[in-house]
Nanobody, 119 residues
Framework: QVQLVETGGGLVQAGGSLRLSCAAS????????MAWFRQAPGKQRDFVAA????????RYANSVKDRFTISRDNAKNTVYLQMNSLKPEDTAAYYC????????????WGQGTQVTVSS
């Protein structure tokens, strides 16, 4: 089992920045991929960014590329999402997910943290 706890959400004006954190526990993450997803009210959960723990390789949704950065801290077992140039359409609940690299879907989830961007 992997336990995930997200922190760092809040209210910010358009153009501002926030950094989300996802602290992981329960397993060694060297064979895992970690990701951030987001879900706005009435919409499906969408992929935002992912990182492979061992290699540090990253990928992003087109909507956040060049504005968001995903990173990890091995010593703290924590994944971060630095969000810059925030837009009102970035408003959503943000969820941290984890999966073994070979798995098709993310199957460990945190409780989510709310990000609200005002115009």
């Amino acid at each position: 089992q992997v336990q995930l706890v997200e922190t760092g959400g809040g209210l910010v004006q358009a153009g501002g920045s926030l950094r989300l954190s996802c602290a992981a526990s329960g397993r060694t993450l060297s064979t895992y991929a970690m990701a951030w997803f987001r879900q706005a009210p009435g919409k499906q959960r969408d992929f935002v960014a992912a990182i492979t723990w061992s290699s540090g390789n990253t990928r992003y949704a087109n909507s956040v590329k060049d504005r968001f950065t995903i990173s990890r801290d091995n010593a703290k077992n924590t994944v971060y999402l630095q969000m810059n140039s925030l837009k009102p359409e970035d408003t959503a609940a943000y969820y941290c997910g984890a999966k073994e690299i070979a798995a098709y879907e993310y199957h460990y989830w945190g409780q989510g943290t709310q990000v609200t961007v005002s115009s």
